[in-house]
């Protein structure tokens, strides 16, 4: 089964640092996600890029948040500086083309915690 | 504008017992409806999907219903097992935007 691959699972940083996250969508998926999921806001979309193109970053905190696809296989996430508040669960999601039914799939997540 | 409502969680149900989770929509022009599941420590999956007023999506056992009239799409499993114990999102795409809903969590005791 293809999957998204997502490094790191964990990660333990403390605040002021830069955080990098890695997401390897599925092969022919032309849709990436990045996704920030918390307990108390649930799901929340950061940006999302169609053929590497970035569509939508409307979510993102642009003052420390950046995100890129340097190529079609690797997408990033990068925090800079880190606060506490950035601890949460980050998922990547890719979608293949042709309908905007397709179902996402998505990576199992970087579990991030700043202190 | 769009959005998604769920029951809220936790839900604890027994082995075998019927479920039913509810969600209810709000949006503008033709929404695809959508569940996803999301078991502990993974990322969310597809459940089910239905595109168009009174579809019903299905898979593993559960329904969903696609009710243009009451803007819902309950979800329901006949008998439950310890293993569908998860978070069940329910999401709507319209005007190619996807809502996602809060999720409702799931607890099954043998």
């Known amino acids: 089964d293809a999957r998204v691959t997502q490094t790191p699972r964990h990660k333990v940083t403390e605040m002021g640092q830069e955080v990098t996250m890695r997401c390897q969508p599925i092969?022919?998926?032309?849709?990436v996600f990045w996704y920030r999921q918390t307990m108390m806001q649930g799901l929340e979309l950061l940006a999302y890029?169609?053929?590497?193109?970035?569509?939508?970053d409307s979510g993102m905190p642009k003052d420390r948040f950046s995100a890129e696809m340097p190529d079609a296989t690797l997408a990033t996430l990068k925090i800079q500086p880190s606060e506490p508040r950035d601890s949460a669960v980050y998922f990547c999601?890719?979608?293949?083309?042709?309908?905007?039914?397709?179902?996402?799939?998505f990576g199992n997540g970087t579990r991030l915690t700043v202190t | 504008g769009n959005s998604v409502t769920q029951m809220e969680g936790p839900v604890t149900l027994s082995e075998e017992a019927f479920l039913t989770i509810n969600c209810t929509y709000t949006?503008?022009?033709?929404?695809?409806l959508f569940w996803y599941v999301q078991y502990p420590g993974e990322g969310l999956q597809l459940l089910l999907k239905?595109?168009?007023a009174d579809d019903k999506g299905s898979n593993k056992g559960f329904e969903a219903t696609y009710r243009k009239e009451t803007t819902s799409f309950h979800l329901e499993k006949g008998s439950v097992q310890v293993s569908d114990s998860a978070v069940y999102f329910c999401?709507?795409?319209?005007?190619?935007?996807?809502?996602w809903g809060l999720g409702t969590s799931l607890a099954v005791n043998p």
């Open positions: 949006a503008t022009g033709y929404p695809s």
């Open positions: 999601a890719s979608r293949g083309g042709g309908s905007y039914n397709s179902p996402l799939h």
């Open positions: 239905a595109t168009k």
């Open positions: 999401a709507l795409i319209v005007n190619r935007k996807l809502i």
């Open positions: 890029f169609r053929n590497r193109a970035p569509l939508d």
């Open positions: 092969l022919g998926h032309n849709t």
